[in-house]
């Protein structure tokens, strides 16, 4: 997947050198299952590209994994744009979380059951 062009800043030469270290660093294996692999990739875990302290070195695989409840949020998302709902809040529309991490005032709307 393309990086964005808003993100593009975080991703340059320093970030390669980075990614380099990070992936000998872990003995070129997965630090999630463990296995070595040939295509491994340097992944923000706070899904935040400014973060440079949460990082992970993960096969493809792991990584698709670690990224399936953002995906099918944005998927979610698109859908319902299309079908014309409305959002009663910014923090539900972008939302990736269960309902049991949402901030209490959420919560309290009962959108989401017991």
């Known amino acids: ?5 808003e993100y593009r800043t975080y991703y340059r030469a320093d970030w390669r050198r980075l990614r380099l270290e990070m992936i000998e660093r872990a003995g070129n294996v997965c630090e999630s299952c463990r296995r070595p692999h040939r295509m491994l990739n340097l992944t923000h875990l706070s899904e935040d590209p400014a ?7 993960l096969c493809p695989s792991c990584h698709s994994r670690l990224d399936a409840a953002r995906r099918v949020a944005a998927t979610r ?3 319902s744009y299309r079908r014309g709902q409305m959002w009663l809040s910014k923090d539900l529309e972008f939302a990736a979380l269960p309902a049991r991490l949402l901030p209490l005032e959420l919560r309290q709307l009962k959108l989401f059951g017991p």
């Open 51 to 57: 973060d440079r302290l949460r990082l992970a070195v």
């Open 1 to 5: 997947m393309p990086i964005r062009p």
């Open 77 to 79: 998302r698109t859908q």
